[in-house]
């Protein structure tokens, strides 16, 4: 790689100095240059060829000067994609549409830090070119800065740019909202209200479980052992948002894959549903589906994962208990164990968390209990070891 520089006289009479290096060719055999004018003095320019010379070297790319960001995120979104699943690939689509239309014209060397505060005081604000009419809650803009950092972070890894402004900037953690569960007794009791409802069985399996939504509607028969009261966690099935219909997909984590035990309740449940599915099949004769899914319809289709949610929203309101979502029967099935003093690397394994640090972070309602009754444990020993000594 050569560099020249060539002086100029302004029409001031000040002389500046204009380079021009001769960078790696590009992929198809063209010529590559970089050219850059008005230095104040040759030392300067001299400099700058310098530099240049020496990241290009170190495999920079200067076409970054020239690249939008919009550019960019397009090639990177294509070859990120393909390790994502669908719906955290729609999600970044929309993500995209949304720094493009604030960022997407500047090129992706020039973004400065200021810009990025902006934009993202900017998506808090009704988007008059998306459907978000009231603006982006915290959270969602705090997932927008967490994909535009890994963006710009491996655009850095690839030599696009040679640095970026985000490292240094923090968008403010969301505050956490209480988590809401219902104790054995509210759940039993809505429970036996809703026995003639086609999401029954989704609903038990939920607080028994402690399953994901999309994971008790991937459930087959073939994950279930009766005899030993086991359950093997393979699958999720929901919307694909890429294929854009419902169908079944392997668990994203290998935490996702696991074996619970199951309660003696939740085996006679389950034999109960086999039973109807079998009446089911009588009934419908050649035209039932034989799907091989656990929860389903009288025909043998498997149960739509919105329409458990939206039912259970309406069933919730329409027998007046206390309003909770339908992933938080979740909660109330770890809050269940937690309380009864199960071991919290067990709740965490039987949730499919990745670490036992995200159960504890997610119920800290629950382990500062458990924190003090083990204090309140451990002082009584104390106590009665110190009385012991003292009396001896």
């Known amino acids: 790689m050569e560099g020249s520089i060539k002086s100029r006289k302004l029409k001031n009479g000040k002389i500046v100095y204009d380079i021009i290096v001769d960078l790696p060719r590009k992929s198809d055999g063209s010529r590559n240059q970089l050219r850059k004018r008005g230095f104040k003095s040759k030392k300067e320019a001299q400099l700058y060829i310098a530099d240049v010379i020496m990241k290009s070297s170190n495999g920079y790319n200067f076409s970054g000067d020239k690249i939008l960001l919009k550019e960019y995120l397009k090639r990177w979104l294509k070859t990120e994609g393909s390790s994502l699943s669908p719906s955290t690939q729609k999600r970044y689509n929309e993500f995209c549409v949304h720094i493009s239309n604030h960022l997407g014209e500047i090129p992706i060397s020039k973004l400065t830090g200021l810009q990025i505060k902006e934009f993202y005081k900017n998506l808090e604000q009704p988007q008059v070119y998306s459907n978000f009419k009231k603006g982006l809650s915290r959270s969602t803009i705090l997932k927008v800065h967490r994909m535009l950092h890994k963006a710009l972070t491996d655009a850095v890894r690839d030599g696009t740019i040679d640095r970026t402004v985000i490292s240094n900037i923090k968008y403010g953690s969301v505050e956490k909202t209480e988590t809401k569960v219902w104790d054995n007794s509210t759940f039993y009791s809505f429970l036996d209200k809703i026995k003639e409802e086609l999401i029954y069985l989704p609903v038990l399996l939920a ?8 994971e008790i509607t991937g459930l087959k028969w073939e ?3 009766i005899n030993k009261k086991l359950l093997t966690v393979k699958r999720n099935y929901g919307y694909d948002a890429l294929k854009k219909s419902l169908s079944d997909k392997k668990t994203k984590t290998k935490s996702s894959l ?8 939740t085996i006679e449940n389950l034999k109960k549903q086999k039973q109807q599915q079998r009446l089911n099949k009588l009934l419908y004769g050649k035209a039932y589906i034989e799907s091989g899914y656990i929860c389903t319809t009288s025909n043998g ?6 329409y458990i949610s939206k039912r259970f929203a309406q ?6 208990f206390k309003k909770i979502r339908f992933h938080d029967l979740r909660h109330s099935h770890a809050t269940m164990l937690l309380k009864e003093n199960v071991h919290p690397k067990i709740v965490s394994q039987r949730l499919g968390h990745s670490s036992i640090a995200i159960t504890l972070d997610t119920y800290t309602h629950v382990s500062t ?17 110190i009385e012991e000594k003292e009396s001896n």
């Open 207 to 214: 607080f028994e479980t402690g399953l994901r939504q999309s």
């Open 223 to 225: 994950d279930i052992d």
């Open 258 to 265: 696991r074996v619970i035990n199951l309660f003696d309740n």
């Open 301 to 306: 289709n498997p149960i739509n994962p919105l």
């Open 315 to 320: 069933l919730v309101k329409k027998h007046n």
């Open 369 to 385: 209990d458990i924190e003090k009754n083990a204090l309140l444990s451990a002082n009584e020993k104390i106590s009665q070891y």
